[in-house]
């Protein structure tokens, strides 16, 4: 215990003295602010153009000149909402999906930033299927799915919104379930449109996709930014700093989807070896998802946070820090903030 004990103070000195040193080395003897100061991003996956304006700030500089010392941390099978919350990283790339799931389970985490402001993802079957021409036609069918508890109510009230009853069944396949649905193992699954969708069509197995919001089910913030609440708060201008520079990358996506594209490209060189695939990818995020209705990039909006999070409290697969069923819907404006974006 004495070993212990004379180690820990050690560490204690060792820390004091470097403080010392660093604030005498800062002009005037204060601390030295000028330095970069370190954040680190954890992504959800490998690479791809959900990421496309992070990579886009990094290579542009804008980072380095908001005075960040941007890491871009690689996935690691932990999730960024556990990651963040546990102060692992800064910020993350998240979903509304599994934000809300987490969120309500205690995870002190603030989205900061919409990425996608629209689902990224559909009820996707083969093109070739001319049996299914509408998610009414997927009763009695096999769903591939990726054992989200939100997935199975989700499906059961589109199909219900489109006229059918809801009955279908799960098989729990994760990331196989597109070859399952190519083979046809599964008659349906949710690939992300811009990514899964245009990749089957390169591989020559098209698939038809029924958009959720088609059929009156709430849309939803298919990607978005989170932050470490805590360090938000402590942390105000650095937020800030990030936040606007990460929403100036996703805003030279919207605008010049190529250029963004070949960005990605160069900051992680090998990693595609379909280029048409990130090109074909980041024009559709372009067209169709990046931007809200007046044109902008990065905002949210408590009626569509209250949608779909909404949804999920109403259809009781919510638990909270107890474990116990969430059955009170919870103030979603404390979910996210719109306060570090660059004004318009």
Same mark, same amino acid.
């Given at each position: 215990?004495? !070993?212990?004990?004379?180690?820990?103070?050690?560490? /204690?000195?060792?820390?004091?003295?470097?403080? @010392?040193?660093?604030?005498?080395?800062?002009?005037?003897g204060g601390s030295a602010a000028a330095s970069p100061s370190?954040?680190?991003?954890? @992504?959800?996956?490998?690479?791809?153009?959900?990421?496309?304006?992070?990579?886009? #700030?990094?290579?542009?500089?804008?980072?380095?000149?908001?005075? @960040?010392?941007?890491?871009?941390?690689?996935?690691?099978?932990?999730?960024?909402?556990?990651?963040?919350?546990?102060?692992?990283?800064?910020?993350?790339?998240?979903?509304?999906?599994?934000?809300?799931?987490?969120?309500?389970?205690?995870?002190?985490?603030? +989205?900061?930033?919409?990425?996608?402001?629209?689902?990224?993802?559909?009820?996707?079957?083969?093109?070739?299927?001319?049996?299914?021409?509408?998610?009414?036609?997927?009763?009695?069918?096999?769903?591939?799915?990726?054992?989200?508890?939100?997935?199975?109510?989700?499906?059961?009230?589109?199909? %219900?919104?489109?006229?059918?009853?809801?009955?279908?069944?799960?098989?729990?396949?994760?990331?196989? #379930?597109?070859?399952?649905?190519?083979?046809?193992? /599964?008659?349906?699954?949710?690939?992300? /449109?811009?990514?899964?969708?245009?990749?089957?069509?390169? %591989?020559?197995?098209? @698939?038809?996709?029924?958009?959720?919001?088609?059929?009156?089910?709430?849309?939803?913030?298919?990607?978005?930014?989170?932050?470490?609440?805590?360090?938000?708060?402590?942390?105000?201008?650095?937020?800030?700093?990030?936040?606007? #520079?990460?929403?100036?990358?996703?805003q030279l996506a919207a605008d010049d989807p190529a250029r963004a594209a070949q960005l990605?490209?160069?900051?992680?060189?090998?990693?595609? +070896?379909?280029?048409?695939?990130?090109? %074909?990818?980041?024009?559709?995020?372009?067209?169709?998802?990046?931007?809200?209705?007046?044109? %902008?990039?990065?905002?949210?909006?408590?009626?569509?946070?209250?949608?779909?999070?909404?949804?999920?409290?109403?259809?009781?697969?919510?638990?909270?820090?107890?474990?116990?069923?969430?059955?009170? !819907?919870?103030?979603?404006?404390?979910?996210?903030?719109?306060?570090?974006?660059?004004?318009?």
């Open positions: 215990m004495a !070993r212990t004990h004379t180690s820990r103070t050690l560490v /204690v000195l060792l820390g004091a003295l470097a403080l @010392l040193v660093a604030a005498c080395a800062a002009p005037g370190t954040v680190r991003i954890a @992504l959800d996956w490998t690479p791809n153009t959900n990421h496309t304006g992070l990579y886009v #700030a990094q290579q542009e500089g804008w980072f380095a000149e908001a005075g @960040l010392d941007v890491q871009i941390l690689p996935y690691n099978q932990t999730s960024p909402d556990t990651l963040v919350s546990s102060g692992a990283a800064e910020f993350g790339v998240s979903f509304q999906n599994s934000f809300t799931f987490s969120k309500a389970a205690g995870a002190d985490i603030t +989205s900061v930033m919409a990425v996608l402001q629209h689902w990224g993802s559909a009820i996707a079957v083969r093109a070739d299927r001319a049996d299914i021409t509408s998610p009414a036609d997927l009763d009695g069918k096999v769903y591939g799915g990726f054992g989200d508890p939100g997935e199975e109510p989700k499906m059961r009230a589109v199909i %219900r919104n489109a006229g059918g009853r809801g009955e279908f069944s799960t098989v729990s396949l994760g990331t196989s #379930a597109y070859e399952a649905l190519y083979a046809g193992e /599964v008659d349906f699954t949710e690939p992300f /449109v811009a990514w899964e969708g245009i990749e089957a069509e390169l %591989r020559g197995e098209p @698939l038809r996709t029924f958009a959720y919001a088609d059929y009156g089910f709430p849309d939803a913030y298919g990607v978005v930014l989170i932050g470490n609440s805590p360090w938000l708060a402590a942390h105000p201008e650095q937020a800030a700093a990030f936040v606007r #520079a990460a929403q100036r990358g996703y990605l490209e160069e900051a992680n060189p090998g990693a595609f +070896s379909e280029p048409e695939l990130v090109e %074909r990818s980041q024009a559709m995020l372009s067209e169709r998802y990046l931007r809200d209705a007046s044109g %902008r990039v990065g905002t949210q909006t408590l009626e569509q946070w209250s949608g779909y999070s909404g949804f999920l409290v109403d259809a009781g697969v919510l638990t909270g820090p107890d474990g116990a069923p969430v059955t009170t !819907r919870p103030d979603f404006s404390t979910w996210f903030t719109t306060q570090y974006l660059a004004q318009p």
